[in-house]
């Protein structure tokens, strides 16, 4: 049954790419967006996977539902939190995987902040007033999250935690700097990149 509700996960991710690409898809977009977490989390609850990854996807699922609304400032925040809390649930799931010594951690942090420094600057002056603590609170988080990927040295967390950050830096500079023209499909392709690759590596899948 795992490998069922994998390969429906698969087809729903799909089908979401190819209505992404479409003119005059968004209803279609929506409507298989809905899917996708809830595909993936019956391949977890399958796989009989930790409590955490299953929590990871949930709240991706409600965060998905949320921006469907982005333009909407109070979905566009639940989102943000749902995503956050998340993150929050993947990193106590990876870190006790970890396998490098405090320098080498340390090394990691600090060049992880270096990263997350340079990407908010490039979006600093385009968010609004309001906007600015809550995307500094979101990006401390997902730096943490892509920490504890690193911190495992398993390729799979590491791809995963890459891709969910390019998601969301796509995502950002798509609503508040400009809008690119596979901008969508670009987002969706890494976040589903990110979700299933840090949900396999969590449940040993492979």
Known sequence: MTWIFLALFGLCAAA???????PDARRWQDFTKVLLMPALLLTVIWA?????????LFLGWLG???????????????GLVSFLAGHACYIPAMFPMRRFSLPVLLLLAAGLILVGIILFLTIRRSLPGDMMLPAMAYLAIILAMAWAAFSTGQPMLVLGAVSFVASDYT???????????????????TYLLAQFLLAAGLCGIF
């Not at 979401?16 to 479409?22: A, G, R």
């Not at 809008?179 to 969508?184: L, Q, V």
Request: with cysteine.
């Open 48 to 56: 009989d996977g930790p409590a955490l990854v299953k929590a990871a």
């Open 16 to 22: 979401h790419l190819i209505f992404c690409l479409l």
């Open 171 to 189: 995502l950002a500079r798509q609503l508040f700097v400009r809008k690119y023209r596979y901008g969508d499909f670009f987002v969706m392709l």
């Open 64 to 78: 998905d539902i949320f921006l469907l609304r982005p333009d909407k400032k109070p979905f566009f925040l639940a």
